[in-house]
């Protein structure tokens, strides 16, 4: 791997890393400020939201410039607005902050998210700079240390910014984030890519090409299968983002619950790290497909006792094959898809899989409230399972996980066997068959 590919990529984790730390410590900060639940929920599905259906703007960008130019406007524009939040905060007497309700409030959190939002342009533009600078065979790995990248950013921001939030406040959490943009910023301009302008031989790349788009990822067959499976994948991960943390405080204290998640937060850089020493293998396919086996078999399987020790190591292995998961994506849309129009296949991805989430964590809470919680408290779940699986709120939950766990088992058995698979495979192999020549981006 190429010394040009290692600077962007610390130069990305370094913005991940601020962007990250300001979206956590503000999320922090209004709930202490207005002790309103409301108030970080709505953060949370417009935060969600507005990634999702920003993928189809923010890809058509990044195909439109060359990839430098687009990393430098999404963290100019990262700047620009954590500037206007601080000066709306300096300006701002402290008492307003209090007030939910209070347009300057919403308004300073409107910035902050979009400035985070800014940073999703790069995380667009980096698989495709890894088709733009890696060999065909080291891409794998190369995804593998972008998943270990993000990893490292998700820890850090996670435990750094309740610290800053807590002894220094949210007026030196933007300091701190300023700062380290304008060090981005400034890194980046002099880092040089090689990089030839992109020939497009279409006129959609001036506006937001969805019909091109499609017809670019019908054109492989089996591809609109697996973006499709990734979605149904996050549609029921959102059930265990909804619910994981009423569950886990179920079983111990709030402070316990906060130092699991950090370590637990380790399974991203370890995942992306045997990634990037091991590969994917020959089919990076069937390594998805079998990466979502062993966590779904896990997710049938890690609450069924009411034991934190199952529930870490469980979910430990789990967050181990994210990066897994992510990496074969990625490396398949690198290898059969042309480089001109990367970024607006990875943009409509994310949204696509993205929209998931919000949905489910809107849904689930009512199943699990008026179903399955009801079910294993006084319902027909206490004498039909009660007595081995255990009873009340949180054996609810855990039937939901449980049962989670099986239609994911199910519907991925389902897709190994479909014929989508078989053809994607098929043209996975025809693709990355071709000489690096042949294949060569920057011709």
Not at 170 to 186: C, D, E, G, K, P
Not at 200 to 218: C, L, N, Y
Not at 269 to 284: F, T, V
């Amino acid at each position: 791997m190429t010394k040009t590919f290692y600077a962007i990529l610390a130069n990305s984790l370094v913005a991940a890393l601020t962007n990250t730390f300001v979206w956590f410590a503000v999320t922090f900060w209004v709930f202490l400020q207005t002790q309103s639940v409301l108030a970080t929920s709505v953060m949370a599905g417009v935060y969600v939201g507005t990634v999702a259906l920003s993928g189809f703007f923010l890809g058509s960008l990044v195909d439109r410039y060359r990839k430098k130019k687009a990393m430098l406007l999404s963290s100019v524009c990262s700047l620009m607005l954590y500037l206007l939040a601080q000066i709306i905060f300096s300006s701002t007497p402290p008492s307003v902050f209090t007030d939910v309700s209070s347009i300057p409030l919403w308004i300073f959190i409107v910035l902050t998210l979009m400035g985070a939002i800014a940073g999703n342009i790069r995380t667009i533009a980096l698989p495709t700079l890894v088709t733009l600078l890696i060999p065909e065979a080291e891409r794998d790995k190369a995804n593998g240390l972008v998943g270990t990248a993000n990893g490292v950013s998700f820890l850090i921001a996670s435990i750094f910014s309740g610290l800053a939030i807590g002894f220094l406040g949210v007026y030196w959490v933007m300091v701190f984030a300023i700062a380290l943009t304008v060090a981005v910023i400034l890194h980046l301009a002099i880092l040089p890519i090689p990089e030839q302008t992109i020939l497009h031989s279409e006129h959609h790349t001036q506006h937001i090409d969805i019909r091109g788009t499609i017809r670019a990822i019908a054109l492989v067959p089996g591809l609109f299968g697996l973006i499709f499976f990734n979605c149904f994948n996050n549609f029921l991960g959102g059930v265990f983002m909804s619910l994981m943390d009423a569950y886990g405080l179920s079983l111990v204290s709030v402070q316990m619950w906060g130092i699991l998640w950090g370590l637990l937060s380790l399974g991203f850089i370890l995942g992306g790290l045997m990634i990037a020493k091991r590969g994917l293998g020959k089919s990076p396919l069937r390594t998805l497909f079998l990466a979502n086996i062993i966590m779904w078999v896990i997710a049938t399987g890690f609450t069924i006792q009411a034991s934190v020790v199952s529930l870490a190591v469980g979910m430990f292995i789990y967050l181990c094959l994210i990066p897994v998961v992510e990496a074969a994506e990625q490396t398949i849309l690198q290898a059969v898809i042309p480089l001109e129009r990367q970024g607006r296949v990875f943009g409509f991805a994310q949204s696509i899989e993205q929209a998931a989430s919000p949905l489910t964590a809107f849904m689930i809470g009512p199943i699990a409230q008026f179903i399955f919680i009801p079910f294993m408290t006084t319902g027909e779940g206490v004498d039909l399972i009660g007595g081995w699986f255990g009873t009340g709120a949180s054996r609810g939950i855990a039937l939901l996980f449980t049962f989670t766990g099986l239609i994911g088992l199910i519907v991925t058995l389902l897709a190994m066997r479909s014929h989508a698979y078989q053809k994607l495979s098929a043209n996975y192999q025809k693709n990355s068959n071709i000489s690096p020549i042949q294949k060569s981006p920057l011709q």
